[in-house]
């Protein structure tokens, strides 16, 4: 089993940065696949990003494609998200997860994930 917690969201200028991590428990964090989602108010949680186990591969939306790299790093037991050139449509609240496959884009693929993190740009 693995617990997930974010941090690094906030308020930001439209144009900005931030990098979201993930801090995940357990010892096999290695073995997962880990994605970033979002919910803005009123709309459904969509697929951000995504990278599989080994870090090799990495999918993104096309939405953020560009402009948010997903990385990891398995000694350190953590996955980031660095949001460049944020936009007001980026506000949202954004979640890690776990998934046994690699490159999913489905929440239902996910079976462990974080509290979420609120991110906020202002135009």
């Known amino acids: 089993q693995v617990q997930l917690v974010e941090s690094g969201g906030g308020l930001v200028q439209a144009g900005g940065s931030l990098r979201l991590s993930c801090a995940a428990s357990?010892?096999?964090?290695?073995?997962?696949?880990m994605g970033w989602f979002r919910q803005a108010p009123g709309k459904e949680r969509e697929f951000v990003a995504a990278i599989s186990w080994s870090g090799g591969s990495t999918y993104y939306a096309d939405s953020v494609k560009g402009r948010f790299t997903i990385s990891r790093d398995n000694a350190k037991n953590t996955v980031y998200l660095q949001m460049n050139s944020l936009k007001p449509e980026d506000t949202a609240v954004y979640y890690c997860a776990a998934s046994d496959y690699s490159g999913s884009y489905s929440e239902y693929e996910y079976d462990y994930w974080g509290q979420g993190t609120q991110v906020t740009v202002s135009s």
């Open positions: 357990g010892r096999t964090f290695s073995s997962y696949a």
